[in-house]
């Protein structure tokens, strides 16, 4: 069973910046997709960004110029850095990985980080 383990949350002033990491606790497979989902408080769970083990990224609208995800293969490793931070950006973030195998989708998931932005 495949273990995501996220950090770098925190308590960040608007206009500042924060780091999150996630890291998977062992080989996932070669071909698939690390993200980063949100979700605020009342609303429902929302896609922040992805990026393809290729390298293709995908971002919301919310976030496009402020937020940049990587990840390091060699480390089952995806990071969100978060700049120019908004209180709109407060929320629960959450790792997900998932890929597809023989017609059969694998999915994980974090178990989440606070991300709280606050003057």
């Known amino acids: 069973q495949v273990q995501l383990v996220e950090s770098g949350g925190g308590l960040v002033q608007p206009g500042g910046s924060l780091r999150l990491s996630c890291a998977a606790s062992e080989s996932i497979f070669s071909i698939n997709v690390m993200g980063w989902y949100r979700r605020a408080p009342g609303k429902e769970r929302e896609l922040v960004a992805a990026?393809?083990?290729?390298?293709?990224?995908n971002y919301a609208d919310s976030v496009k110029g402020r937020f940049t995800i990587s990840r390091d293969n060699a480390k089952n490793t995806v990071y969100l850095q978060m700049n120019s931070l908004k209180p709109e950006d407060t929320a629960v973030y959450y790792c997900?990985?998932?890929?597809?195998?023989?017609?059969?989708?694998?999915?994980?998931w974090g178990q989440g980080t606070q991300v709280t932005v606050s003057s």
């Open positions: 997900n990985v998932w890929w597809l195998r023989f017609a059969v989708r694998y999915d994980y």
């Open positions: 990026i393809g083990s290729g390298g293709s990224t």
